[in-house]
């Protein structure tokens, strides 16, 4: 019986800052959601500084840091200004992923089969200044192989496709985008990066992903700060964190009473 390690859970809490500015005002605070996530079990905060600004802001990121003790996964795009936020504030992790200013959330991977000497080229001061860089891809191996050359040692894979096609009922899909995750994340890991998961992951989506032995991390946010209208964020989260840990120790062959 082999026992696969703890799978670490990242909270996303973009979506509280989404509600806050729908109104303006300072609640309900990002920064309360993090130190409240932490409380719950989560092992990271994940918050991602659009250049439009259109949910967290630059005084967010420094009260997130302010508050937790956990690290905080700042997701930006490959731009100038993000990339000197992130030298000044300089946190644990840095995911760079793709942005454009009409999409209503991050709608796929980062290009790097096009890109790789420019991101290669991004990514190396930050690298330099001890952020742990990670780059949020498709699982397709034509990025998995370019992303090999760039030197950073995370891969966020984008499960997207797979959560989609299962919470619709498409079920030839579902299977294919499961294929796609599970080789890629294998390929990923030969090639000697972390691999993590992530985008719309739902209580009905995270056992299949948890259970593969090469994934790491997930990083969750939309669906769970939507649970917590209904349930709370602290439920919400723990809810997420047991059905993760159960889908390791069943990967693992241990009975789950």
């Given at each position: 019986?082999?026992?696969?390690?703890?799978?670490?859970?990242?909270?996303?809490?973009?979506?509280?800052?989404?509600?806050?500015?729908?109104?303006?005002?300072?609640?309900?605070?990002?920064?309360?959601?993090?130190?409240?996530?932490?409380?719950?079990?989560?092992?990271?905060?994940?918050?991602?500084?659009?250049?439009?600004?259109?949910?967290?802001?630059?005084?967010?990121?420094?009260?997130?840091?302010?508050?937790?003790?956990?690290?905080?996964?700042?997701?930006?795009?490959?731009?100038?200004?993000?990339?000197?936020i992130a030298l000044r504030h300089k946190p644990h992790a840095v995911?760079?992923?793709?942005?454009?200013?009409?999409?209503?959330?991050?709608?796929?991977?980062?290009?790097?089969?096009?890109?790789?000497?420019?991101?290669?080229?991004?990514?190396?001061?930050?690298?330099?200044?001890?952020?742990?860089?990670?780059?949020?891809?498709?699982?397709?191996?034509?990025?998995?192989?370019?992303?090999?050359?760039?030197?950073?040692?995370?891969?966020?894979?984008?499960?997207?496709?797979?959560?989609?096609?299962?919470?619709?009922?498409?079920?030839?899909?579902?299977?294919?985008?499961?294929?796609?995750?599970?080789?890629?994340?294998?390929?990923?890991?030969?090639?000697?990066?972390?691999?993590?998961?992530?985008?719309?992951?739902?209580?009905?989506?995270?056992?299949?992903?948890?259970?593969?032995?090469?994934?790491?991390?997930?990083?969750?946010?939309?669906?769970?700060?939507?649970?917590?209208?209904?349930?709370?964020?602290?439920?919400?989260?723990?809810?997420?964190?047991?059905?993760?840990?159960?889908?390791?120790?069943?990967?693992s062959g241990v009975s789950v009473a």
């Amino acid at each position: 019986m082999n026992t696969l390690s703890r799978l670490r859970l990242g909270i996303n809490i973009d979506h509280v800052a989404t509600v806050r500015n729908a109104r303006g005002g300072d609640t309900p605070d990002p920064a309360r959601a993090a130190k409240l996530a932490q409380a719950a079990g989560a092992d990271g905060i994940t918050a991602h500084l659009r250049e439009d600004r259109r949910h967290i802001t630059d005084s967010d990121i420094e009260a997130i840091l302010d508050v937790i003790d956990i690290p905080l996964n700042f997701e930006m795009a490959a731009t100038d200004e993000m990339q000197q936020i992130a030298l000044r504030h300089k946190p644990h992790a840095v995911c760079i992923v793709p942005e454009k200013r009409e999409e209503r959330t991050t709608e796929g991977g980062l290009e790097v089969a096009r890109e790789a000497n420019r991101i290669a080229h991004f990514i190396a001061p930050l690298k330099d200044a001890g952020c742990r860089v990670s780059i949020f891809i498709a699982a397709e191996r034509r990025q998995i192989e370019a992303a090999a050359q760039i030197g950073a040692p995370v891969v966020e894979l984008h499960a997207g496709a797979y959560c989609d096609a299962l919470a619709e009922g498409r079920v030839e899909d579902r299977d294919r985008e499961f294929a796609k995750l599970k080789d890629m994340a294998t390929l990923a890991l030969d090639l000697g990066w972390e691999v993590q998961a992530g985008h719309g992951i739902t209580f009905d989506s995270v056992k299949p992903i948890a259970a593969l032995p090469e994934v790491m991390e997930l990083n969750i946010g939309h669906f769970l700060i939507g649970e917590a209208i209904f349930s709370g964020l602290d439920s919400s989260i723990r809810r997420m964190r047991a059905l993760m840990d159960e889908a390791r120790q069943e990967a693992s062959g241990v009975s789950v009473a």
